[in-house]
């Protein structure tokens, strides 16, 4: 029998989850109205679509965990069965801005593209037909890990897309032909893409341990929750980066061109 300090450090860890969630949901959303204010003003393509992305995550998590917030097991399956329709949307929205961002002209891309959208609808479409509606069990349910594949595809591609990118820029940066915070923003996309990824690889044996014991480890509880910190951090500094950051960026930039010469 678990003692009552075990329970309550339990309650506490799935509280704090939760909560942090909540707060993450609130930023994207926070984080997509600042970006589709300013692509309407600018007319620009990328900014609607990532604002439409953030836009589409923020909403994910709100329905995921406003059951937990408003303690109402009633709303459990359809909130989550919500969140999962609205997230695997704002994957494909992942993969289209990292197609017309980077690889416009590439014939390869609107096929890369497809293919996570085709995992994406062959998972859900399994994943009905075998009752497990909110895509929770790696381990009955094959339709998983094609949804899994179709989820993972769009954020390695930003991330090997932006760190790409992020290399060619610092050989612009050099000799001036790039500014020091767009510079920048490709890494952070990159590590984007990193992080949420990584959540990805967490959550397989996270919902494995779910199917098995009905409860969600608290490692992976940890180490989702501090990715998503890090997702978090990354986009407020890609976005809303503070003066103290932006000056030492051009500063870093200014010293490096000066190296060169």
């Given amino acids: 029998m678990e003692s009552p300090t075990g329970q309550m450090e339990g309650r506490l860890l799935e509280e704090s989850a ?101 995992l994406l609808l062959i998972g859900c479409a399994v994943s009905v037909r075998y009752g497990d509606w909110e895509g929770l069990l790696p381990l009955s349910n094959p339709g998983f890990w094609a949804e899994w594949l179709g989820q993972s595809i769009p954020f390695a591609w930003v991330s090997l897309a932006g760190l790409s990118e992020y290399a060619k820029a610092r050989r612009r940066l050099r000799v001036g032909l790039t500014d020091a915070l767009v510079c920048n923003r490709f890494l952070l996309f990159g590590l984007l893409g990193i992080f949420q990824l990584g959540s990805l690889v967490v ?41 103290l950051y932006r000056n030492r960026l051009r500063g870093a930039a200014m010293a490096d061109a000066g190296g060169e010469d």
């Fill in 18 to 118: 939760y909560l942090l969630a909540l707060f993450s949901g609130f930023f994207y959303v926070a984080a997509a109205f600042f970006l589709l204010r300013l692509s309407a003003r600018s007319g620009e393509t990328p900014e609607r679509v990532l604002g439409v992305t953030f836009l589409l995550m923020g909403i994910s998590y709100l329905f995921y965990e406003l059951p937990f917030a408003l303690e109402s097991e009633a709303l459990f399956v359809p909130f989550s069965i919500a969140g999962r329709a609205l997230w695997d949307a704002s994957v494909v929205t992942v993969a289209l801005f990292t197609k017309q961002v980077f690889h416009s002209d590439r014939s390869w891309a609107p096929r890369l593209l497809g293919s996570s959208v085709a």
């Fill in 203 to 243: 959550l397989i044996p996270m919902y494995i341990d779910y199917e098995i014991t009905g409860v969600f480890s608290a490692w992976s509880d940890r180490v989702v929750g501090s990715l998503e910190i890090l997702t978090v951090a990354t986009i407020w500094i890609a976005f809303f980066p503070p003066t």
